[in-house]
């Protein structure tokens, strides 16, 4: 649509068209009546002088009146309108009328588009705003983001696009969007689809037309109240309007239009099947290739494969079988792991995949019930990357199996032996006489969260609450639980839970925007237990990783840094770091068997809010002040003690002052022998923890 510069639209076409009609309209109404036996040259000669001179011109019009009369026979003949006639004139100005109010509706639902009756923005069914996207540009496999104007959604989003993920931003506001996303040069990547979610005629399932999975990083908007001078929710963007209520829009609205995410098995190897193109794929490779002398050998036994031999401990104490290298990689891209079905003999056995792109291997042992077919899932990101120099050994740089390295497996082998991982024995003994039988191999799509939402720590822990003692002993936050925050994001929480999607829940301790390029570790736990602070970068680096990770699926998870002692440089966001975190977590539905208190239900906040007297009490609390003195301009409430340790930068540090209690840092950070502060060790003391080369922060 073309803009003018006073900021109104150019007439759409639609108004065009309908301005034409008019024209036409007008035209039929006002021509003279003719006589009943006047012919149509006669009424064109007295209109058209030329027509006079061209009577062939119209019998040609006759004719072509004539074919349109046989179109729209038996309806009206137009040459026996009589527009003399009062009915006639009447039943036409009531259809210009008609069509006049169609072409104002029209070019005034153009001019308005993206308004409502409250002034905020109204989503446009076709998804209008767009950015770096050609206007009907159809988008598809993104990722659609809610609250990406915000300070969490813009860290969201930027960490999609950086891992290759194309976006959907959803706003209320375009103006917004273009200034908070004005310095990304995303292109195509990005687009944005205006939505209010306190608005539930503009969250509607048009607006998840090619997304596969949603991100929901919602929050009630705060500021100074105009008249009152107070600090809260404005604009009526309150807690209860879209941490629940907007929340359960999204949720409602998406439900059976998002892609199901299910799971998946399909065969590699059907030995049931295709048992000659399996023996010539299968052949086995003992320990003879090192001296050994021990022995195997595949065959097929009752429509199975049947891999049986002796291990001999002394010399290299193992047997295998493998596939031939295959000419072009097996695509295992879409996939979360392995499925195998055998029927086993008690021994302990390991499964190893290579890559066509490098000489790591990967390998995940299982163990096997005798005489019992069964079937035995292998995650990829639980198998252990093995050194290309000595294949026991654990490669502990090796990263989880991406997707990229998940499509370049060009091989699989079946290995058992004596050993286990680094030199180390079998944790089932040394095996002897074995046999396993296969029936298939097959990879398996575990399915993924179709949405990710995140809401708070302390949110659980303050539904628990029964009394209002039980309150006054409990963190600032769930005192204080400002305009009932943490029962409204708890209820959302629970309407996901409720409706049947594929989900992850990330709850966020409180938001820090110190340090925000030092590495920390991270702790990611369950139960609500925990207080503390993390950043809204290392918030979206978890949340990519939850997306495309099986492993978080149906989880509920805290998130902080880590304030052990050597939680600094310690690279929490890694994917490995936080793989292995997120697979040590349990489903929402099996937290009892983890020692874990079940989920409570979610209820109302409290009926008599805090005094003004109690809410200054809150609000003086050490930990309270502790918080307002390293971020002076935070308006949350947080709950973690006062830090132990200080980083320092160029000499200066990253926190002001040298510490919130006033007091000497329990530690400083050293450099070449050398405190980076250029003061000696506090205390007189030696220096606990010493770095060379460029890092500037580490723990003691």
């Not at 609000?619 to 830090?643: C, F, H, M, T, Y």
Request: proline share 7%.
């Amino acid at each position: 649509m073309v803009m003018h510069r006073s900021g109104r639209s150019a007439p759409p076409l639609a108004a065009i068209i309908v301005a034409g009609a008019l024209a036409f309209l007008a035209f039929i109404a006002f021509i003279p009546p003719a006589q009943p036996d006047q012919k149509l040259g006669t009424v064109m000669a007295r209109r058209m002088p030329v027509a006079r001179m061209c009577e062939h011109r119209a019998v040609g019009i006759q004719r072509r009146r004539e074919k349109l009369n046989s179109i729209i026979r038996p309806r009206v003949d137009i040459n026996q309108l009589d527009f003399s006639d009062p009915q006639v004139q009447a039943i036409s100005a009531a259809v210009g009328a008609a069509i006049a109010g169609l072409g104002l509706l029209l070019a005034r639902g153009q001019d308005s588009e993206g308004s409502s009756a409250t002034g905020r923005p109204v989503a446009s069914p076709m998804g209008s705003i767009r950015r770096g996207v050609r206007a009907g540009t159809k988008i598809s496999d993104a990722i659609g983001v809610f609250g990406a104007t915000g300070n969490t959604g813009r860290e969201v989003v930027e960490q999609l696009l950086a891992d290759g993920q194309k976006v959907v931003g959803y706003v209320r506001d375009p103006a917004k969007a273009k200034k908070t996303f004005a310095d990304l040069k995303a292109g195509p990547a990005l687009s944005f689809r205006q939505s209010d979610v306190t608005l539930s005629d503009t969250v509607t399932p048009a607006l998840f037309d090619g997304i596969k999975q949603l991100v929901v990083a919602l929050g009630p908007v705060y500021g100074k109240n105009a008249e009152t001078g107070e600090f809260g929710p404005v604009d009526g963007m309150t807690p209860e309007a879209v941490d629940y209520k907007g929340v359960s829009n999204v949720i409602n609205s998406a439900k059976g239009v998002l892609p199901a995410s299910k799971e998946t098995v399909t065969p590699i190897f059907d030995f049931g099947w295709t048992p000659e193109s399996a023996v010539d794929s299968w052949s086995s490779l003992d320990d003879v290739i090192m001296g050994g002398t021990s022995s195997s050998e595949v065959n097929f036994v009752g429509g199975n494969l049947r891999w049986s031999g002796t291990v001999v401990s002394e010399g290299g104490g193992f047997c295998g079988m493998r596939t031939a290298m295959e000419e072009k990689p097996l695509m295992l891209a879409d996939a979360d792991g392995i499925k195998l079905r055998v029927k086993g003999d008690g021994n302990r056995y390991k499964f190893t995949i290579g890559l066509k792109s490098t000489d790591t291997k990967y390998q995940h042992p299982f163990n096997t019930q005798k005489g019992f077919m069964e079937e035995i899932y292998l995650p990829f990101e639980a198998f252990v990357g093995l050194s290309t120099e000595n294949k026991n050994f654990a490669n502990y740089s090796a990263i989880p199996l991406s997707e990229i390295d998940r499509s370049q497996v060009d091989s699989m082998n079946i290995v058992i032996s004596k050993f286990e991982f680094n030199g180390m024995p079998n944790p089932n003994g040394i095996p002897t006489d074995f046999e396993l039988r296969v029936d298939s191999i097959s990879k398996v799509a575990k399915p993924k969260p179709q949405i990710v939402l995140i809401t708070s720590a302390a949110v659980e822990r303050n539904a628990r609450i029964e009394t209002k003692e039980e309150r006054e002993n409990e963190i600032p936050i769930v005192k204080l639980n400002p305009n009932g925050i943490l029962n409204w994001k708890y209820k959302g929480e629970n309407v996901l839970r409720e409706s049947g999607l594929e989900y992850a829940v990330i709850r966020p301790t409180g938001l820090t925007t110190q340090n925000m390029t030092t590495d920390y570790a991270l702790d990611l736990k369950q139960g609500d237990s925990m207080s503390g602070s993390i950043s809204r970068k290392e918030i979206a680096a978890l949340t990519s990783l939850c997306l495309t990770s099986s492993c978080s699926t149906g989880k509920t998870m805290e998130l902080r840094r880590s304030e052990s002692r050597d939680a600094l440089g310690v690279p929490g966001t890694n994917r490995k770091v936080l793989l292995g975190q997120l697979q040590g977590l349990v489903r929402d539905s099996d937290r009892f068997t983890a020692g874990l208190p079940v989920l409570p239900r979610a209820v109302d906040p409290p009926v008599e809010p805090l005094t003004e007297k109690e809410k200054e009490e809150v609000l003086n609390d050490p930990r309270v002040k502790a918080q307002r003195e390293r971020e002076p301009g935070s308006q949350q409430v947080a709950g973690r003690a006062i830090p132990s340790f200080v980083v320092y930068r160029n000499g200066k540090p990253l926190a002001p002052g040298s510490s919130p209690s006033g007091g000497e840092p329990a530690f400083v950070v050293y450099r070449d022998g050398k405190p980076v502060t250029g003061i000696p060790p506090p205390l007189g003391e030696s220096p606990k923890a010493e770095v060379s080369g460029s890092g500037s922060a580490v723990s003691a």
